[in-house]
């Protein structure tokens, strides 16, 4: 199939399926006429590519483990695990540094509001006196 009729089939860009090609995660063979083709497993392949994608990989993660998950199961697959690890590691730091950044902004915002009640007060105080 080309490349068109695999964007159709996968819902995926034909730009993305050229950039998936270029990363090493998809293969085609070439026509006389220079269109690309693509061979029935194609499909599964994209798909299989957009679930690793959604799981926040790279496409250079991928690349380390796709030809053995095609082949295998992914639990037979022993570049699978430590590449989740790791992202589950980056994750959780992410959150750490999140929270982190959340508090401190929590902490702005009330302290804020308490200037702005402060500031009302003393406000509505010179009032009264004038």
Same mark, same amino acid.
């Given at each position: 199939m080309r490349i068109g009729e695999l964007a159709k089939k996968t819902g995926v860009s034909v730009r993305s399926l050229r950039y998936y090609e270029e990363k090493g995660l998809l293969t085609a063979s070439r026509q006389k006429s220079g269109y690309r083709e693509y061979n029935a497993l194609a499909v599964e392949q994209v798909d299989t590519i957009r679930l690793y994608l959604s799981l926040g990989l790279t496409?250079?993660?991928?690349?380390?483990?796709?030809?053995?998950?095609?082949?295998?199961?992914?639990?037979?697959?022993? @570049?699978?695990?430590?590449?989740?690890?790791?992202?589950?590691? /980056?994750?959780?730091?992410?959150?750490?540094?999140?929270?982190?950044?959340?508090?401190?902004?929590? /902490?702005?915002?009330?302290?804020?509001? @308490?200037?702005?009640?402060?500031?009302?007060?003393?406000?509505?105080?010179?009032?009264?006196?004038?």
């Open positions: 496409t250079e993660q991928i690349a380390g483990f796709l030809h053995c998950v095609l082949k295998s199961r992914e639990a037979f697959c022993a @570049e699978v695990l430590p590449v989740y690890e790791s992202k589950l590691a /980056e994750i959780d730091e992410q959150l750490r540094l999140l929270t982190s950044i959340r508090s401190n902004l929590t /902490e702005r915002i009330a302290a804020i509001k @308490e200037d702005q009640v402060g500031v009302e007060r003393v406000s509505q105080e010179r009032v009264k006196e004038g």
